[in-house]
């Protein structure tokens, strides 16, 4: 079984090292031990009135706000007393004010694997905050729940945003605790950071592999296998198709009102078959209860994971939408705003390559395998150093 940054800092009492310290925790409610104790009660146990503050990422603290630009406010976390501190919304990082307060800002939290995933960015932030005003920053670290497989394309600068503010592919290949030291290698190098490592832990791992129970760290990724499929269908939110939310399925269910499903069903077996891609598309009909279409019958399919480790998220995704793109007339590339990006279109931030972004459009012939894979070996030679787990 694989043992978590957090249970590795109880079980070998790192802790003991940081008592007499003020102390912060960036962290929501998937920040749990083995036994589902969270993190915020485990600090209060040993910092006591040392604790100062919990900073909460998107979602909020108990990850009950749904999509994106809902802003968390400040409250109180209601078993400790302990002020919560939002970064999503009135603020995005860490204030002055804040970090007066503290000596060491602890992270502990599950990302997901894919770029466009805001908690990557909040720690991000974070790290440039306590390198300004010289905190200690320390990672808890946890699975990439999808491994080591890197996807790309790569992000551009032109296209940074909250959903990607480096150089990184959509499927980065790496734990929260090693996107941390890639970030401090590239941008933070007066930073003093320490991460505390996971036991029988592998870089190739799935989550699957690591026997835990799965928590979900935003309402939208209930399970662990929407993980999988999420660094492709993610890009749905660029468009009008419907990615699944609001209904039980996000992510893995996608659709819309203007899909002809027996026409698209003949035609997707063909561009996906089981034995390349390891999953099998199954018709279904739905109706979202909020968010796009909500209450409107749409047509769609249901992805079913039956090999997962053969499935290749962003190629799947891509290639269904530019499939349905060029099928129905129907289909748009929304309009901003988009986490809190009102200039470039959703989609732009979230695919964030130009030569991509041509190809989906219409306007240029690629040979997509060289961005999504080829293309990536600068990145793979950097973080070779990076990587913490065999």
């Given at each position: 079984?694989?043992?978590?940054?957090?249970?590795?800092?109880?079980?070998?009492?790192?802790?003991?090292?940081?008592?007499?310290?003020?102390?912060?925790?960036?962290?929501?409610?998937?920040?749990?031990?083995?036994?589902?104790?969270?993190?915020?009660?485990?600090?209060?146990?040993?910092?006591?009135?040392?604790?100062?503050?919990?900073?909460?990422?998107?979602?909020?603290?108990?990850?009950?706000?749904?999509?994106?630009?809902?802003?968390?406010?400040?409250?109180?976390?209601?078993?400790?007393?302990?002020?919560?501190?939002?970064?999503?919304?009135?603020?995005?990082?860490?204030?002055?004010?804040?970090?007066?307060?503290?000596?060491?800002?602890?992270?502990?939290?599950?990302?997901?694997?894919?770029?466009?995933?805001?908690?990557?960015?909040?720690?991000?932030?974070?790290?440039?905050?306590?390198?300004?005003?010289?905190?200690?920053?320390?990672?808890?670290?946890?699975?990439?729940?999808?491994?080591?497989?890197?996807?790309?394309?790569?992000?551009?600068?032109?296209?940074?945003?909250?959903?990607?503010?480096?150089?990184?592919?959509?499927?980065?290949?790496?734990?929260?605790?090693?996107?941390?030291?890639?970030?401090?290698?590239?941008?933070?190098?007066?930073?003093?950071?320490?991460?505390?490592?996971?036991?029988?832990?592998?870089?190739?791992?799935?989550?699957?592999?690591?026997?835990?129970t799965w928590v979900f760290p935003s309402p939208n990724i209930p399970f662990w296998e929407i993980t999988v499929v999420y660094p492709g269908q993610v890009l749905l939110e660029g468009t009008n198709l419907s990615e699944g939310r609001g209904t039980t399925l996000p992510?893995?269910?996608?659709?819309?009102?203007?899909?002809?499903?027996?026409?698209?069903?003949?035609?997707?077996?063909?561009?996906?078959?089981?034995?390349?891609?390891?999953?099998?598309?199954?018709?279904?009909?739905?109706?979202?209860?909020?968010?796009?279409?909500?209450?409107?019958?749409?047509?769609?399919?249901?992805?079913?994971?039956?090999?997962?480790?053969?499935?290749?998220?962003?190629?799947?995704?891509?290639?269904?939408?530019?499939?349905?793109?060029?099928?129905?007339?129907?289909?748009?590339?929304?309009?901003?705003?988009?986490?809190?990006?009102?200039?470039?279109?959703?989609?732009?931030?979230?695919?964030?390559?130009?030569?991509?972004?041509?190809?989906?459009?219409?306007?240029?012939?690629?040979?997509?395998?060289?961005?999504?894979?080829?293309?990536?070996?600068?990145?793979?030679?950097?973080?070779?150093?990076?990587?913490?787990?065999?």
């Open positions: 079984m694989t043992y978590y940054g957090l249970e590795i800092f109880i079980k070998e009492r790192l802790f003991k090292k940081y008592l007499g310290k003020r102390i912060a925790l960036l962290c929501n409610q998937a920040s749990v031990d083995f036994n589902f104790k969270p993190s915020f009660l485990w600090f209060k146990e040993f910092f006591g009135s040392k604790f100062r503050l919990i900073f909460s990422p998107q979602h909020g603290l108990f990850a009950e706000k749904q999509a994106n630009m809902v802003n968390s406010n400040d409250e109180v976390e209601p078993f400790t007393n302990t002020p919560v501190i939002s970064l999503y919304g009135p603020r995005f990082s860490p204030e002055k004010e804040h970090l007066d307060e503290v000596d060491i800002v602890f992270v502990d939290l599950q990302d997901v694997g894919c770029r466009v995933y805001t908690y990557v960015w909040t720690l991000y932030l974070t790290m440039e905050k306590c390198e300004k005003f010289g905190k200690k920053l320390i990672v808890l670290d946890r699975p990439n729940p999808i491994g080591r497989t890197i996807e790309g394309p790569l992000l551009e600068s032109k296209f940074f945003s909250f959903v990607g503010m480096e150089e990184l592919p959509l499927r980065h290949g790496l734990t929260i605790g090693e996107l941390a030291l890639l970030f401090k290698k590239r941008r933070f190098p007066n930073l003093e950071i320490e991460v505390v490592k996971m036991e029988g832990y592998k870089g190739n791992m799935f989550f699957k592999d690591t026997k835990r992510f893995l269910i996608f659709g819309a009102p203007f899909i002809k499903i027996k026409e698209s069903f003949k035609i997707l077996n063909s561009l996906f078959p089981f034995q390349t891609t390891g999953i099998i598309l199954r018709p279904v009909i739905f109706e979202p209860t909020f968010n796009k279409w909500e209450k409107i019958r749409c047509y769609g399919f249901q992805i079913h994971l039956v090999e997962p480790v053969k499935f290749q998220p962003v190629k799947f995704s891509l290639t269904l939408i530019k499939f349905l793109k060029d099928t129905y007339q129907e289909f748009q590339f929304i309009e901003p705003p988009y986490e809190f990006e009102k200039r470039l279109k959703p989609i732009e931030i979230l695919l964030g390559n130009s030569a991509v972004l041509k190809w989906l459009k219409g306007e240029s012939e690629i040979d997509l395998d060289f961005y999504l894979y080829y293309n990536l070996k600068e990145y793979k030679e950097e973080i070779k150093d990076i990587y913490m787990y065999a």
